[in-house]
């Protein structure tokens, strides 16, 4: 039985199908949050509660094409509802996986002179007390949100 090429349009469909199935593979992400550091890169932790002190670090770790650009956003909300940091950081992606990250590093509200003449017990921490979430997004698609615990003294 004679073969005849494909015609145009198989050829556009077949084309579409392979466009498709490269950037359907770069869906998939996977979203922890992490304080420790293993030779320079945050290693996932078994706990959802941090000292107010602690960085924290919220892990994006994902297969796109190598050498695509990419951005990583992370939104900090706070218990009271508050959006406290919007990170925004443009990567390139590796060959396999490639891994990028945000951190949420909280500060002590600056005393006012009151407080110094009296020398109140700093405790502008307590706000940050409670269920805090970290929604995180690549290329503007939600990759997922996470929720953890703040504890202060």
């Not at 509660?49 to 900090?76: D, N, R």
Request: some cysteine; charged content about 20%; aromatic content about 14%.
């Amino acid at each position: 039985m004679p073969r005849f090429p494909p015609s145009p349009k198989t050829l556009s469909s077949l084309l579409a199908l392979l466009n498709f199935s490269v950037y359907s593979f770069t869906a998939f992400a996977e979203i922890y949050l992490s304080t420790e550091l293993k030779n320079g890169l945050p290693v996932p932790q078994a706990t959802n509660k941090f000292s107010c002190t602690q960085k924290i670090y919220g892990v994006v770790t994902g297969q796109w094409p190598a050498g695509s650009s990419h951005l990583m956003e992370a939104y900090w909300t706070d218990p009271q509802g508050k959006q406290r940091e919007h990170t925004r950081y443009k990567f390139t992606a590796r060959a396999g996986k490639t891994q990028t990250w945000a951190w949420l590093l909280l500060h002590p509200a600056q005393a006012d002179i009151l407080d110094r003449l009296l020398m109140q017990g700093d405790d502008s921490m307590r706000e940050f007390n409670g269920q805090w979430t970290a929604d995180f997004y690549v290329d503007e698609k939600s990759k997922g949100k996470l929720t953890f615990q703040i504890i202060c003294g």
